[in-house]
Nanobody, 130 residues
Framework: QVHLAESGGGSVQAGGSLRLSCVIT????????MGWFRQALGKEREAIAT???????SYADSVTGRFTIATDNAKNALYLQMINLKPEDTAKYYC????????????????????????WGQGTQVTVSS
């Protein structure tokens, strides 16, 4: 059974930086697609960054240029480096992975439907104060 454990969240002032980590256990091969979602209070959950098994990345416009997604396959880990944080980045951040290899499945990008993400972490809170 796949388990995802996020860490690295916290409280920072606007302009600060954080690095989120997600350790993946319970699976020995590389996911087809990995990513980060976030959900702010009272808002819908949104995909903000994805990376596929070929290290091709995709970002939401709201984080492009400020957030960087990366993987360390040797450590079965996924990261999200966040710089120049803004109060509107305040949210709970979730690590997601999917191991599907089905013909015709959606691409690995931020538009991939939520029901195509097989495994989710519990989330880590990021709070940015002005």
């Amino acid at each position: 059974q796949v388990h995802l454990a996020e860490s690295g969240g916290g409280s920072v002032q606007a302009g600060g930086s954080l690095r989120l980590s997600c350790v993946i256990t319970g699976q020995t091969y590389t996911p087809y697609c990995m990513g980060w979602f976030r959900q702010a209070l009272g808002k819908e959950r949104e995909a903000i960054a994805t990376i596929d098994h070929n290290s091709i990345t995709s970002y939401a416009d709201s984080v492009t240029g400020r957030f960087t997604i990366a993987t360390d396959n040797a450590k079965n880990a996924l990261y999200l480096q966040m710089i120049n944080l803004k109060p509107e980045d305040t949210a709970k951040y979730y690590c997601v992975v999917d191991y599907s290899a089905v013909p015709g499945m959606p691409k690995c990008d931020i538009f991939r439907p939520e029901n195509w993400w097989g495994d989710w972490g519990q989330g880590t809170q990021v709070t940015v104060s002005s």
